[in-house]
Nanobody, 129 residues
Framework: QVQLLESGGGLVQAGDSLRLSCAASRDTFSNYDMGWFRQAPGKDREFVAGISWSGANTYYADSVKGRFTISRHNAKNTVYLQMSSLKPEDTARYYC??????????????????????WGQGTQVTVSS
């Protein structure tokens, strides 16, 4: 069983930066592609960014492209989401997820929730205007 724990969220002003972390409980972390998702009240969970098991391939939602960067440090069993130029519309609870499906990262937004093997509990990001 792999457990994922997000951290790094908080309350910031528009234009500020945050770095989210997602720590996995096992050293088999590198066997999984990883994704970041977010969900605002009253809205569906949406894909934010994905990264392949090696870290060589990444993919971003258009809404965050150029502002957010996903990365991973497999030796630390951790994936990161560096968020810059934050906007009020980025306000949401952010979740990390792991999948062993082996799909290309640009296919990750199409995957239903059950195709992700593990989900974290999320960390809240609130951006004031």
């Amino acid at each position: 069983q792999v457990q994922l724990l997000e951290s790094g969220g908080g309350l910031v002003q528009a234009g500020d930066s945050l770095r989210l972390s997602c720590a996995a409980s096992r050293d088999t972390f590198s066997n999984y592609d990883m994704g970041w998702f977010r969900q605002a009240p009253g809205k569906d969970r949406e894909f934010v960014a994905g990264i392949s098991w090696s870290g060589a391939n990444t993919y971003y939602a258009d809404s965050v492209k150029g502002r957010f960067t996903i990365s991973r440090h497999n030796a630390k069993n951790t994936v990161y989401l560096q968020m810059s130029s934050l906007k009020p519309e980025d306000t949401a609870r952010y979740y990390c997820a792991a999948t062993s499906t082996g799909r290309p990262v640009h296919k990750m937004p199409e995957m239903p929730e059950y195709e992700y093997d593990y989900w974290g509990q999320g960390t809240q990001v609130t951006v004031s205007s």
